[in-house]
């Protein structure tokens, strides 16, 4: 028994050397106070959104955290009241999954909330499956959700200026192949699901730069962020044999949300940040993205599609209706 108490006490030194050699300490950044602002917050229930919305809620914004699951949605947005002192953080049920749900999320919320100025695209998924909209899951929970949220909503930030849009996308944008004809279907081939998340998060990029573009004569800007290489529940959706492998590198080496959240935060609230609109941000300010996430000529094609397959500017076009396998979000 005390050499087995011996070797558990071995091994945890050995991994708190590990996972604090390997990495460099966070520095401490200084925030604005955010009193009289709202922002809302997808996947505000876990994982980076919570982080976001618990330092948005500390600097005094009035917090929506729009995630689908009731239980978890509500226990965090307690959770923050609690841990901030900051009573105006509150849950609103959004399924990205369903386009339904998002423009019933829009609806109730333009009804009961006077003002919005930060939009945070947060949540997404990696799983493969199908939606009840008949798209592929990760392309519409973390690209056309997302893309009819936002126009929804754009008025109401146009009318609270200065206002900003932050979309949380990824490095694996490099990956992404975006054919707007068939936008929205899975992609073939044995690693469908991994390309499929990675054609979204090159339509996040895409879609910072065009709204960009399309906001430069009003007081909205956008920001598409790469938050690092996070710790979160995404990772529960790897393959089962990529699983042992990942996991030990992932607490390793991986940040944690709260650490993957400060680009996010930087983008929602860093004075001076304006000129960079449409811009690509990582922990080292903005960067240039692979030359897929620069294409303007993709990036209007993108938007007209979309546009097309959320039922906006024109008929609806997308594959036929098929049942949601959504995971929570």
């Known amino acids: 028994m005390g050499w087995a108490l011996l070797c558990v006490g071995l091994l945890l030194a050995l991994y708190t050397l590990l996972r604090h050699g390997l990495r460099s300490p966070p520095r401490p950044r200084a925030r604005p106070a955010l009193r009289g602002r709202t922002a809302i917050v997808t996947g505000g229930s876990s994982g980076i959104g919570a982080a976001t919305a618990l330092e948005l809620a500390r600097c005094g914004a009035r917090v929506i955290l729009a995630t689908r699951n009731a239980l978890r949605g509500e226990a965090a947005a307690s959770r923050i009241r609690t841990e901030t002192g900051n009573e105006e953080v509150r849950f609103m049920h959004l399924d990205l999954a369903s386009l339904r749900s998002v423009r019933a999320f829009a609806s109730t919320f333009l009804r009961q909330e006077p003002h919005l100025h930060l939009l945070i695209n947060n949540a997404g998924v990696s799983a493969g499956g199908t939606t009840e909209d008949g798209f592929s899951l990760p392309f519409q929970v973390n690209h056309l959700g997302h893309f009819l949220l936002t126009q929804l909503l754009l008025e109401r930030l146009r009318s609270c200026g200065p206002s900003r849009v932050v979309i949380v996308a990824s490095s694996a944008h490099c990956a992404g192949r975006l ?30 730069r065009e709204l960009a573009t399309r906001e430069q004569d009003t007081q909205v800007t956008c920001y598409a962020v790469h938050p690092g290489f996070v710790n979160t529940a995404l990772f529960r959706h790897a393959p089962l044999w990529l699983k042992p492998l990942l996991l030990p590198l992932a607490w390793l080496l991986f940040l944690d949300p709260s650490e993957g959240a400060q680009v996010v935060l930087d983008c929602a609230t860093r004075d001076g940040l304006e000129p960079l609109s449409g811009r690509y941000f990582t922990d080292s300010g903005p960067q240039q993205p692979w030359p897929r996430g620069r294409d303007d000529r993709l990036a209007r094609a993108l938007w007209e599609s979309s546009e097309r397959l959320v039922g906006l500017g024109g008929d609806k076009v997308g594959p036929s209706p098929a049942a949601s396998t959504a995971p929570a979000q």
């Open 179 to 208: 054919r707007p004809e068939s936008l929205g279907r899975p992609p073939p081939g044995l690693f469908s699901a991994f390309q499929d998340y990675c054609d979204s998060k090159l339509a996040n990029v895409l879609h910072a």
